[in-house]
């Protein structure tokens, strides 16, 4: 309906991967050159990740567009929850093998056959699996052991697997993963689009289309739309969807914040849209302590650090006697250097165990004041 209204050709904000509307953000470049890194390799496991909706389908179907079919024979699978003998059946279908009524070693038998065939053909395999996130570890192995497949010292079959971040923490922390983890040559979490993003990503999907203009866009919607989905692609085109279709039933030339919030309402109240606004992965910070719960926060003996801070009074003063002693003796006494040396190592010792522990007071209490602003 508003693709008639605005004079566009096709629809700009459809949810299923299309390559037609790749957007290269800057996390998807990234992306795409770890798969060229990965793929010149020509063997072992590309791992890319992201968030539900970021664009990692979309990425591979971009990439698959550019490959050569005379050079690489390339093999899709979307898991379901297979398990190791299931998804070694679909492997072999997605390369156009027919295996109906044969049992797993058959069936890794025609795989083998097929590969070996395409490598004598000049042609390198490739077998992409998405949704990682469902497969079980006995599954992810099956995959390990298809990697194994060699004619000669050649690898015969390459692995891109795409998950949400739930395979990135399965497979980096998994212990029975370990020969996995030994054989990803190349890996990259797809992040959310950075703010400044989301206009260009917008009026490039719409630009596909035949857009000139019509419908103009405020300023505020941008800024808002990104509030509303965090930079996730997929959000985005929910949203945007909604929004030219109350632009075309209201005959709108210009899409406003109001409208916006409108939809926003209407999604929120169906129930197609979270009413909490989704946050972007946070990127990868140097590791640091978290700040303990306020209600955990660490308890400081008030009575012990008077007790310290009094031992050193006591140890100083007992050196100034001993420095007294010194300058009325004719001669320095060979113990009284020893004893005076004794101290002050340890008043130096007990000042440093005082700023330690004033130290975490005032860490504590900034931290406190943090949490109450």
Same mark, same amino acid.
């Given at each position: ?75 899709q ?19 156009g093998l ?14 083998e ?28 192995e ?14 015969l ?35 959310a ?11 490039? !999907? ?5 857009? /000139?203009?019509?419908? %103009? ?5 941008? $800024? +808002? =739309?990104? #509030? &509303? ?23 709108r030339?210009?899409?406003?914040a ?25 990127k ?14 660490? !308890? ?5 650090? /008077?007790?310290?801070? %009094?031992s050193?009074?006591?140890q100083? $003063? +007992? =050196?100034? #006697? &001993? ?51």
């Open positions: 309906m508003f693709d008639d209204f605005y004079g566009l050709t096709a629809r700009p904000f459809q949810l299923t991967p299309d390559p037609a509307f790749y957007f290269e953000s800057v996390t998807h470049r990234k992306a795409l050159s770890y798969l060229g890194y990965g793929m010149a390799q020509g063997e072992g496991f590309i791992v890319i990740t992201g968030e539900v909706g970021a664009g990692k389908s979309t990425l591979v179907a971009h990439l698959m567009n550019k490959v050569d079919p005379e050079r690489l024979t390339v093999g699978v979307v898991t379901s929850n297979l398990d190791g003998e299931e998804l070694v059946h679909v492997v072999a279908q997605s390369f027919d295996i109906d009524g044969h049992d797993k070693a058959s069936a890794l038998g025609a795989i056959e097929f590969l070996h065939e395409e490598a004598r053909a000049g042609r390198r395999c490739l077998l992409t699996v998405d949704e990682l996130q469902n497969l079980s570890v006995e599954a992810l099956e995959l390990r052991m298809l990697s194994n497949f060699q004619l000669g010292s050649h690898p079959l390459q692995l891109l697997l795409l998950g949400q971040p739930e395979f990135k923490a399965t497979l980096a922390n998994h212990e029975e993963l370990e020969q996995l983890r030994q054989r990803v040559i190349a890996a990259h979490h797809l992040d689009m950075e703010p400044a993003e989301l206009q260009p990503y917008v009026e490039h !999907r719409l630009k596909c289309v035949g857009w /000139e203009g019509n419908p %103009a866009f405020d300023q505020r919607v941008y $800024a +808002e =739309l990104y #509030q &509303a989905t965090g930079g996730i692609p997929r959000r985005v085109n929910q949203i945007v969807t909604r929004l030219l279709l109350l632009g075309a039933v209201e005959q030339t210009r899409i406003d109001s409208m916006l919030s409108s939809v926003m309402e209407e999604m929120v109240s169906d129930s197609t849209f979270p009413a909490a606004a989704p946050k972007p992965m946070a990868p910070e140097p590791a640091v302590s978290a700040p303990a719960p306020l209600n955990h926060a660490p !308890r400081v003996d008030v009575d012990q650090v /008077e007790a310290m801070l %009094a050193r009074d006591a100083i $003063a +007992e =050196l100034q #006697q &001993a420095v007294v002693e010194l300058a009325d003796a004719p001669a320095v006494p060979a113990d009284l250097s020893h004893r005076i040396a004794a101290l002050e190592a340890r008043v130096d010792e007990q000042e440093q165990s005082v700023r330690h522990v004033l130290t975490i007071l005032i860490e504590w209490m900034e931290r406190d004041d943090r949490r109450a602003a």
